[in-house]
Nanobody, 122 residues
Framework: QVQLVESGGGLVQAGGSLRLSCAAS????????MAWFRQAPGKEREFVAV????????YYADSVKGRFTISRDNAKNTVYLQMNTLKPEDTAVYYCAADPEGRVIGPQWGYWGQGTQVTVSS
């Protein structure tokens, strides 16, 4: 079983920055595919970013490309989401997710954190 705990959310002005962290359990964290999703009130959860187990390959939603950076520190069992140039439309609850099998094609996000709130004011 994998447990994920997000932190780092908060209130920030448009144009500002935040860094989210997701601490994961598991002795084989370095093998996990990890991702960030977000969900705004009244909207479906949407994909934000993903990082492969080796950390050398990442992919981003078009809405955040060039502004957000996903990274990981396998020694700390932690994945990060650096969010720059934040916009009001980035306001959402942000969740991290894990595929412990490290799948690249068709990852199965079987494990989720409880989420951390990010609010961007205009």
């Amino acid at each position: 079983q994998v447990q994920l705990v997000e932190s780092g959310g908060g209130l920030v002005q448009a144009g500002g920055s935040l860094r989210l962290s997701c601490a994961a359990s598991g002795r084989t964290f370095s093998r996990y595919t990890m991702a960030w999703f977000r969900q705004a009130p009244g909207k479906e959860r949407e994909f934000v970013a993903v990082i492969r187990s080796r950390g050398s390959s990442t992919y981003y939603a078009d809405s955040v490309k060039g502004r957000f950076t996903i990274s990981r520190d396998n020694a700390k069992n932690t994945v990060y989401l650096q969010m720059n140039t934040l916009k009001p439309e980035d306001t959402a609850v942000y969740y991290c997710a894990a595929d412990p099998e490290g799948r690249v094609i068709g990852p199965q996000w079987g494990y989720w954190g409880q989420g951390t709130q990010v609010t961007v004011s205009s």
